[in-house]
């Protein structure tokens, strides 16, 4: 079975451009989580989604992020303008339904930005 | 904020030697898991326990749950260079538990 799939893998930008980052969950999978993963602040929770239906955006650091899921297998988070201070490694992770967290979370490999 | 906070942050071992890494967090939980992740991958789940449950074991993994200590520990037991990673656990992040929230992890280097 594929993964989650992200891409790019990496994006190396400059400050001010927007960006648009892309993720395929595992087929049958009903929910969608966007992290970011810094040395800072560690893995931090953006965004999940729930069928599609965004559930908690509280972790959405200001207005220029944002993330959409328009259908159940595409997902895309954008950042703009975007910020040297947005570097950081972006996750995407899906699972299926289950109660109360028992359902483990599949990772993909991440998109690597940089903004200069 | 971070629910979890693991310890400590790294850890070096020589291989066949056992690695323990403690995971505390804040507040009641329904499942504690933990993750491990390679140089330049995503996170892999590795194992679940729940609330009710002390202790599980997976291959050469072990790990324990005390919730009156409000606490976890994994043990990777006879550790292999292929060890090296970072080691992560997650907790609720809500009470409905449909989201994680993780610490900021373990770093292990299993030297041959």
């Known amino acids: 079975d594929a993964g989650v799939i992200q891409s790019p893998r990496h994006e190396v930008t400059e400050m001010g451009q927007e960006v648009t980052l892309r993720c395929k969950p595992i087929s049958g999978h009903d929910y969608l989580f966007w992290y970011r993963q810094t040395m800072m602040r560690g893995l931090e929770l953006l965004i999940y989604f729930n069928n599609n239906v965004p559930i908690d955006d509280s972790g959405m650091p200001e207005d220029r992020f944002s993330a959409k899921m328009p259908n159940a297998s595409f997902s895309t988070l954008k950042i703009q303008p975007s910020e040297p201070r947005d570097s950081a490694v972006y996750f995407c992770?899906?699972?299926?339904?289950?109660?109360?967290?028992?359902?483990?979370?599949?990772f993909g490999d991440g998109t690597r930005l940089s903004i200069l | 904020s971070q629910q979890g906070e693991e310890d400590p942050q790294a850890l070096s071992i020589q291989e066949g030697e056992n690695a323990t890494m403690n995971c505390s967090y804040k507040?009641?939980?329904?499942?504690l898991q933990w993750y491990r992740q390679n140089s330049g991958r995503g996170l892999v789940h590795l194992i679940l326990i729940r609330s009710n449950e002390r202790e599980k074991h997976s291959g050469r993994l072990r790990v324990t749950l005390d919730t009156s200590k409000k606490s976890s520990s994994l043990l990777i037991t006879a550790s292999r260079a292929a060890d090296t990673a970072s080691y992560f656990c997650a907790t609720d992040h809500n009470q409905a538990g449909t989201a994680l929230i993780f610490g900021k992890g373990t770093t292990l280097s299993v030297s041959s």
């Open positions: 507040t009641s939980i329904n499942n």
């Open positions: 992770a899906s699972r299926r339904a289950g109660s109360n967290s028992n359902q483990p979370q599949h």
